[in-house]
């Protein structure tokens, strides 16, 4: 069993879900957080927070996954008229170092295609991710650092795949958008429910701006907003006083960009896609604002509400997760995913790929080497007892024969073969039995017409070598196919008919057969 650690690396606080797969699927073991310091340079930010979270307990897993932070990764969205992997793959290349403001070598990158078609063309949507090396490598070292290397680095969009893939798949052409309202950034994912993610990206907003609003507002410290933000802050119909009203003001000035931004999203996905977004989930810190889902509804005039988490998740995460706790959740069921269903993207790739698989591989060979031998000595344990058993009867069987052949000829025979060679010969008391007689030759005639035939059979007169059938039936036909089925015995060699006349009411004709019994000398009397 695999342990997948799930890091979500906040911009306000880091939280990790760690589950374990089993034979039947995975389980969710824990959910931690740690706040991220509100001061300092960004990298020291995260180092505390990396120590904090480890403070609480080991985060020992054979595999962790982690998105790109913040927003310095960008997303480009690419129509090509193709979808054949190896054609994506040398197309990619120029493709994305035409949209770079720097050079493709100084870029690591990675995609997932969405195949698509136009009348009779198909073609693919294929979503890139590209990110400075040095920005990726920084990352790894902080994390390497802190002994949490991932195996996985996605796109912060990308990785709600697995969210979709929990919705109930629908038959109607709609699509659901995942948005993930954080701190400093927002992160959007579109797709078919039960499906895939056809469009993702990041941008700037979300709680650190509703902050920011707040404490303009009311001349206030930003500290001191984001507190009254958490535990006062609404919009909507949730608003209650003055405050708050002037509150959510400021509030509903800061999440115009965000609304605008997935607004033009929502529409370029259903442009792109020819299918329309028909409902929102919302997930993140900043979605715990009170009435946000029901302002986005009315701003953006699609219903809205929270990601809501399997039972199973929210029973092992507890109370303290929230909407905050889904994209780590998300995150571990990225690195347990497998198969078609598993998104490609992940920027381990190149010079940045995980070198610890051999690493991985080779702290496993002494548990495989054991389970091998265990699995040798139950083969070589059943293979014995097997013979042993097969012996066993063997000798009982032979013993069985011995009885037989000394019971009816009088002495022991243990070969099979020749046992029933002497028991078929003609000095053995088998050999006086009759190979037929008339109750098999009927039980052939009767065999050989079909239960819905219309023939009736008024009178039988059976002899060994000789069988004579009085039928009736509505027509001549039923006749002929009665004696087409008794010509099928091989024994019937020669059937002869009789005298064919109507029934004294004209609805049915009579008549007689005369079949000769012969059967060939090999195998005689059966069919």
Not at 34 to 44: C, D, L, W, Y
Not at 70 to 93: D, I, Q, R, Y
Not at 116 to 127: D, F, I, N, P, Y
Request: hydrophobic share 45%; charged share 25%.
């Amino acid at each position: 069993m695999a342990r997948v650690l799930g890091l979500d690396l906040g911009s306000h606080a880091v939280k990790a879900v760690l589950l374990e797969t089993t034979l039947r699927g995975f389980q969710v073991k824990s959910y931690a957080t740690a706040p991220v310091p509100a001061e300092g340079e960004k990298k020291a930010r995260l180092e505390a927070a990396l120590a904090q979270l480890s403070a609480q307990g080991p985060l020992t897993a054979d595999a962790v996954v982690v998105a790109v932070p913040g927003v310095s990764m960008a997303t480009h969205s690419l129509a090509l008229p193709f979808s054949e992997p190896k054609k994506v793959e040398a197309a990619l290349a120029g493709e994305v170092a035409d949209q770079l403001p720097f050079e493709l070598d100084e870029a690591v990158y990675d995609y997932q295609a969405t195949e698509t078609k136009l009348g009779e063309l198909k073609g693919a949507q294929v979503l890139v991710g590209v990110l400075k090396k040095l920005e990726l490598a920084g990352l790894l070292e902080q994390l390497r650092a802190a002994k949490l290397e991932p195996r996985v680095v996605t796109h912060p969009g990308l990785v709600y795949q697995g969210v979709l893939a929990a919705l109930p798949a629908s038959e109607a052409d709609e699509a659901v958008a995942v948005v993930d309202l954080g701190h400093e950034r927002c992160s959007l994912a579109i797709g078919k429910p039960g499906g895939t993610v056809d469009f993702a990206r990041t941008f700037i907003g979300g709680g650190l701006a509703l902050s920011k609003a707040l404490a303009t507002e009311f001349q206030i410290p930003l500290a001191e907003a984001q507190s009254w933000k958490e535990a006062h802050g609404a919009v909507g119909a949730e608003v209650v006083g003055p405050d708050a009203e002037r509150a959510a003001g400021a509030f509903m000035r800061a999440l115009q960009p965000v609304v605008r931004e997935l607004r033009a999203s929502l529409k370029s996905y259903a442009a792109k896609m020819r299918r329309p977004v028909t409902r929102l989930l919302l997930c993140g810190g900043s979605a715990k604002l009170l009435g946000l889902p029901g302002q986005l509804e009315r701003d953006l005039s699609l219903p809205a509400s929270l990601v809501t988490l399997p039972p199973d998740a929210q029973g092992a995460l507890g109370l303290s997760a929230g909407p905050e706790a889904v994209q780590a959740w998300a995150l571990a069921l990225r690195g347990q995913a497998t198969g078609a269903k598993a998104p490609r993207f992940n920027l381990r790739r190149g010079e940045f790929a995980f070198k610890s698989d051999l690493d991985f591989a080779r702290d496993k060979v002494g548990q495989l080497a054991a389970f091998a031998a265990v699995l040798l000595v139950l083969l070589v344990a059943s293979g014995v007892a097997r013979n042993a058993v097969l012996e066993r009867r063997e000798k009982q069987i032979d013993q069985l024969l011995c009885d037989t052949t000394t019971r009816i000829l009088g002495k022991c025979e243990r070969n099979y073969d020749i046992a029933i060679n002497l028991l078929e010969g003609k000095e053995s008391p088998a050999a006086g039995v009759p190979k037929r007689s008339a109750v098999t030759l009927l039980a052939e005639v009767a065999q050989r017409i079909p239960p819905d035939s219309p023939v009736v059979i008024d009178r039988v007169t059976l002899d060994l070598d000789r069988i004579e059938l009085a039928c009736s039936a509505p027509s001549v036909k039923q006749m002929e196919d009665m004696i087409t089925a008794l010509k099928s015995y091989k024994c019937f060699k020669e059937i002869s008919e009789g005298k064919v006349e109507k029934t004294k009411d004209g609805a049915k004709v009579s008549f007689r057969l005369d079949v000769k019994v012969e059967c060939p000398a090999e195998g005689e009397g059966q069919g």
